[in-house]
């Protein structure tokens, strides 16, 4: 599913490159479950966001299902980020003007996913994760695990082949944190490819893996 | 079309979960496109609308040109030749404006209207409520006594009786069968009453023998295959034969044809293009300071632009759902825009003169509707686009990392956008301030001219003494010596006068010569406003006498002509010599007549006979009515009184109907509010161009406060620094300001440019006031400067108050 040769990020400072990732190698399978681990300022995050295809300014290698993303139009990376990826973020990021089921509905829009099959699509996904209750509600008048919930169901919710998961659980206490990465792992035996960041080592055995990251550079 | 009414109702939700932006924003785009709207009905009304006519553009009006006026009406005898000789107009038709006492109708009452030729009606294509136009042979013949009146008189005289055409009409004791009923039409013709045949004019002998008496209107209309060239050609080539067959009378008498709208709005839409484009100005400035506004609010939505774009949302995409909230912003103000220019024209139409052609007809329609669409989408795209195209540019990683809020990297850029608008609406405030500098000096310098008399503490009135009761000269001068004489004891009254043509009424021309002196070339004759008027003229108007006498008993009908001139005849032409007792003539050899003298027994100054940028005559020559050998039958009453002019008219309405109850008193008004008429289009220029550079400043002030706001707010750490560092209150209030005035210098230089370049498009329209006035830019950049100096310092006095602790923590 993923391929990573020799990918590289730097940024150009006055006297040199300052580099956060370093001859990063990797390669996740379909069907995996990966976490990334490392201290701050290793660059799980940085590297988190190069496969979720949001930041493009880097070097090597990158192939997503089979696709050169190195050599990627930014429209085309977009098109393929839209169709295979969902992101779920530490601090859940839905937006707050819009009500679960919109927010929800929100990737399916940007998908061109006709207004009837969209409705039918949200209502699934919300009584399958039970918040069916919630549809109304703002996120506000949420907890944070529910956002969290929410959260993940709108990275679901277009039905994408990898899930990346930046700190999902960051801001939860541990009983929702467990529920969450509960779920995270039934996706997973249903199929869907996952890569985390976490710090926490409880979190990280519920991947088939751990990709551990130091100053840049991955652990052998 | 289901997403974008989710879309659209998502938008309205975040529009009105943000009322701090939603108001302002609203009210700023209410205000600007309202403005326009305004605006833009009186350009379309006044000058893009065609007139009421069929095919209005065809119609042409035919001005002859003399030296020193470019535009002077036609005499009857050439007309008649341009019109058996013309081969370019379906027909040309002529009419000479003139007023009527109207009676057998209620209250005796002065009404205006016309003579016209029967071709007149069919030149213009005028329709009809009721019967018809009277034809050409009414105008061949005398027998026929008919008229045509217009609809405002068919409804306050005749009740709108359906029956009217064969009823008769009294105008000025002589009995007319009205032949029809015309709607109003564009108050061309100073608002027509009545339209009797040419035939029916007192004077018509006159006007048929008399080459030479420019006194006729005369408009053409167009063939459909000839242009305006061809059609000029081929009256010029007319022009250039009577030149040669009338050289005493054409020379130099050339011809220019105006296209007929033109005509009538003429005079003033230099100031309402100026208006426009003072208006256009708000605009723009509404624009960026909208798209500042927005750019401003585009911080705070950084995050959410990014999530959608993580989610999936392409940059097309996020930019229709930023354009989108612009949109729904611009329709939300265009509609309150509609309201406020409705109600704004309505107030413009209120400050303007009754008598200014087309003004009053002017309406908010489809055309309105149209431009406040047009205006609505163009401020929408020109507000918007640029904060769009920003907020939709989403680079992911920064924002969506955790702290990314603090790590922004767009706000540099963000700064510069934002400083450009600012820049920009500096520059067009500038701009519109230069603007109204301008015409407020050229509105003072107009109004400061000195007039040469008094008109306040003045009442003026008109007296038509025409019908069967005044049939010749002895009868109207007795006439108006008793009503001189009556009017002159009443109490509060210190003095009555009459003059024929009083300054700031008219403005007719005669030519002249001086005895002893050559015959000027011809051509060349020097051209004088001639008066009749009353012995006490000069006193009850406060003239002094630079010279010589007034008029007195000794100046009988029958004696010697006399004359009192203005100084500049004086000066002119008995420059170091008494010009009393010298004699001027009215060139009637030129015309085969005998020369009339005038000898000259005063001098007076000279006055200004019309707004003083209008054009006229150099000289003044005033005539004892009584020595007139035509019956003075129109005169303006001048009465000088005590208390408020006012206050006497019931006294003086009821002291000429004792004298004749079928004699109209008509128009009793102040001279001095009638001379501030005629300066009401400036002053209503000034006044309005002075309000949008007004608000423009405000504007322009507000979106330089905005930007150094929002700077502030970016650097809150970096001002903490180096408060910390040690940085003083002055070092930091310095850092701001001296960000603020740089952005408002740039603006200021980019103004002064355009405004030059502009001043050049407006002198036209200026009165002693160069287009680029160095005091009025002067004082623009002043007033320029003082409101960026405003804006930029409570933004820096807030820096000075940064914690540098809390600063640091954030």
């Not at chain 1, 008048?141 to 919710?157: D, E, H, K, Y």
């Not at chain 2, 139409?349 to 509707?369: M, Y």
Request: with cysteine.
């Amino acid at each position: 599913m993923i391929e990573l040769k020799n990918v590289e990020k730097s940024y150009k400072l006055k006297n040199g490159f300052y580099y956060v990732l370093r001859q990063i190698n990797l390669t996740v399978e379909p069907g995996d479950f990966v976490s990334v681990m490392g201290p701050s300022g290793a660059g799980k995050s940085t590297l988190l966001h190069i496969l979720g295809l949001h930041d493009a300014e880097w070097e090597g290698e990158f192939y997503l299902l089979d696709q050169p993303v190195h050599k990627l139009k930014q429209k085309e990376r977009v098109n393929l980020r839209k169709k295979h990826t969902g992101f779920v973020f530490q601090s859940y990021h839905l937006l707050d003007d819009l009500t679960v089921y919109e927010n929800i509905e929100l990737p399916l829009s940007y998908r061109d996913v006709p207004h009837s099959q969209r409705e039918s699509i949200v209502c699934d996904a919300l009584d399958r994760f039970n918040i069916v209750g919630k549809r109304d509600l703002f996120p506000s008048q949420l907890s944070g695990g529910q956002q969290q919930l929410v959260a993940i169901v709108r990275a679901i919710v277009a039905k994408p082949e990898l899930i990346l998961a930046d700190e999902p659980t960051g801001n939860l206490h541990s009983d929702q944190a467990r529920e969450i990465m509960e779920l995270f792992k039934r996706l997973n035996s249903e199929g869907t490819t996952i890569v985390q960041v976490t710090h926490s080592e409880q979190n990280a055995s519920y991947g088939k893996r751990i990709v551990r990251l130091k100053d840049g550079w991955m652990e052998k | 079309m289901r997403s974008l009414v989710s879309q659209l109702r998502y938008t309205v939700r975040l529009l009105l979960k943000s009322p701090g932006f939603t108001v302002p924003a609203v009210l700023v785009l209410a205000l600007g496109i309202g403005a326009n709207t305004a605006i833009f009905s009186l350009v379309n009304g006044v000058l893009l609308k065609p007139l009421p006519y069929p095919k209005a553009d065809r119609l042409m009006a035919i001005r002859q040109t003399v030296p020193g006026f470019d535009s002077f009406p036609l005499d009857y005898p050439d007309y008649l030749d341009f019109r058996r000789q013309q081969k370019s107009f379906e027909d040309l038709g002529a009419f000479y404006g003139d007023r009527f006492t109207i009676s057998g109708q209620g209250d005796p009452e002065l009404i205006s209207g016309m003579y016209e030729t029967g071709s007149l009606f069919k030149v213009f294509g005028r329709p009809f409520l009721l019967g018809g136009p009277f034809g050409e042979t009414e105008d061949k013949s005398e027998t026929r006594a008919v008229v045509v009146i217009s609809e405002h008189l068919w409804k306050a005289k005749f009740q709108q009786d359906p029956k009217v055409v064969g009823a008769s009409l009294t105008l000025d004791g002589r009995r007319y069968e009205i032949v029809g009923v015309t709607p109003p039409q564009a108050n061309e013709g100073g608002g027509a009453d009545v339209y009797l045949p040419l035939t029916q004019f007192p004077y018509l002998h006159d006007l048929e023998t008399n080459r030479g008496g420019h006194v006729l209107g005369v408009i053409g209309r167009l063939k459909d295959t000839v242009t305006l060239l061809q059609a000029r050609t081929d009256l010029e080539a007319i022009s250039k034969r009577l030149n040669a067959d009338y050289p005493t009378t054409n020379t130099k008498v050339g011809i220019r044809l105006i296209p007929y709208l033109d005509w009538v709005v003429g005079d003033y839409s230099a100031s309402l293009w100026l208006l426009e484009g003072s208006v256009v100005c708000l605009l723009l400035i509404t624009c960026a300071n909208v798209a500042n506004l927005i750019i401003g609010r585009a911080l705070g939505r950084r995050t959410e632009v990014m999530i959608r774009a993580a989610l999936g949302a392409s940059r097309k995409r996020l930019f229709a759902q930023l354009l989108l909230e612009t949109l729904v912003l611009v329709l939300v103000g265009g509609i309150l825009g509609l309201v406020l220019g409705f109600f704004g024209m309505h107030l413009i139409k209120l400050a303007c003169p009754e008598n200014i052609s087309r003004f009053q007809e002017v309406a908010t329609d489809g055309a309105s509707l149209i431009f406040v669409l047009s205006a609505s989408v163009g401020t929408a795209l020109l507000a918007g686009v640029l904060p769009a195209l920003a907020g939709s540019n989403a680079d992911l990683t920064p924002a969506l990392g955790e702290g990314g809020e603090r790590s922004a990297t767009g706000s540099p850029l963000r700064r510069q956008k934002q400083s450009f608008l600012v820049a920009g609406q500096v520059a067009l405030t500038f701009v519109l301030l230069t603007a109204a500098g301008l015409l407020t000096r050229s509105y003072q310098a107009l109004h400061d001219t000195p007039l040469g008399f008094n008109p306040r503490h003045i009442l003026i009135g008109d007296i038509y003494l025409r019908g069967s009761k005044y049939p010749d000269t002895t009868k109207c001068r007795l006439a108006w010596d008793t009503i001189l004489d009556r009017l002159a004891r009443l109490p509060g009254v210190n003095g009555a006068a009459v003059n024929t043509d009083l300054p700031f009424r008219s403005g007719a021309a005669i030519l002249f010569g001086v005895e002893g002196q050559p015959d000027p070339e011809p051509g060349k004759e020097p051209a004088a406003e001639p008066q009749l008027v009353s012995a006490n003229y000069f006193s009850v108007l406060g003239i002094p006498l630079l010279r010589g006498r007034t008029f007195g008993n000794q100046d009988q009908p029958d004696s010697e002509r006399v004359v009192i001139i203005s100084n500049s005849i004086a000066r002119q032409f008995f420059f170091g010599q008494d010009p009393i007792g010298k004699q001027l003539n009215d060139l009637g050899d030129k015309v085969g007549q005998k020369n009339v003298l005038y000898t000259i027994v005063g001098v007076v100054p000279d006055v200004e006979h019309n707004s003083p940028d209008a054009q006229h005559a150099m000289f003044q020559t005033y005539y004892p009515y009584w020595q007139t050998p035509d019956a003075m039958d129109l005169g303006t009453v001048v009465l000088s009184v005590e208390q408020q002019p006012d206050s006497v008219l019931p006294a003086v309405r009821k002291t000429i109907a004792s004298i004749d109850p079928d004699l109209p008193f008509s128009g009793g008004a102040r001279f001095d509010q009638l001379i501030e008429k005629g300066f009401a289009g400036r002053h209503l220029s000034m006044l309005v161009v002075s309000l949008f550079s007004g608000g423009a400043l405000i504007l322009a002030t507000v979106g330089l406060y905005a930007v150094l706001s929002y700077s502030v707010s970016q650097r809150r750490r970096e001002m903490g620094v180096r408060i910390a560092l040690g940085a003083r209150a002055h070092n930091i209030l310095r850092l701001v300001v001296s960000q603020g005035l740089r952005i408002g210098a740039i603006g200021l230089l980019m103004g002064v440019l355009a405004a030059a370049i502009l001043a050049r498009l407006i002198e036209g329209t200026l009165y002693h006031v160069p287009g680029t006035d160095p005091l009025t830019f002067l004082t623009a950049a002043s007033i320029l400067c003082l409101a960026a100096l405003v804006a930029c310092l409570f933004p820096a006095i807030r820096a000075t108050r940064v914690d540098p602790i809390k600063a640091l923590r954030e």
